[in-house]
């Protein structure tokens, strides 16, 4: 499974950004995706997933900003950014967990996008 992202960009503080990954095939019924994010200098940090079943998961920091959503007809997860802030700028990776009915599990990473937030 490929991974495929876009959207990102320059944008000014205050602005919105959205995000989208698209896999390049169906994938298991069973998933886990999602965005994290990686500053420079700085470790990956996760920014929120969205399990095939519908529960969410965001950094507390992001709670009120950034809203995950996903079309699993098209196998694609949506990062909605509003209200950015010069220290969201960070390359912004797509991340996919899938499970296989036998309980096999597969973790696949976008290329990443970079998104830049001016002051």
């Known amino acids: 499974v490929q991974l495929q992202a876009s959207g990102g960009g320059l944008v000014q503080a205050g602005g919105s950004l959205r995000l989208s990954c698209t896999a390049s095939?169906?994938?298991?019924?069973?998933?886990?995706m999602g965005w994290y994010r990686q500053a420079p200098g700085k470790q990956r940090e996760l920014v929120a997933t969205?399990?095939?079943?519908?529960?969410?998961n965001y950094a507390d920091s992001l709670k009120g900003r950034f809203t995950i959503s996903r079309d699993n007809a098209a196998n694609t997860v949506y990062l909605q950014m509003n209200s950015l802030k010069p220290e969201d700028t960070a390359v912004y990776y797509c991340?996919?967990?899938?499970?296989?009915?036998?309980?096999?599990?597969?973790?696949?990473w976008g290329q990443g996008t970079q998104v830049t937030v001016s002051s």
């Open positions: 095939r169906d994938i298991f019924s069973i998933n886990v």
């Open positions: 969205l399990t095939s079943g519908g529960s969410t």
């Open positions: 991340n996919l967990v899938a499970t296989t009915v036998w309980g096999k599990t597969y973790t696949y």
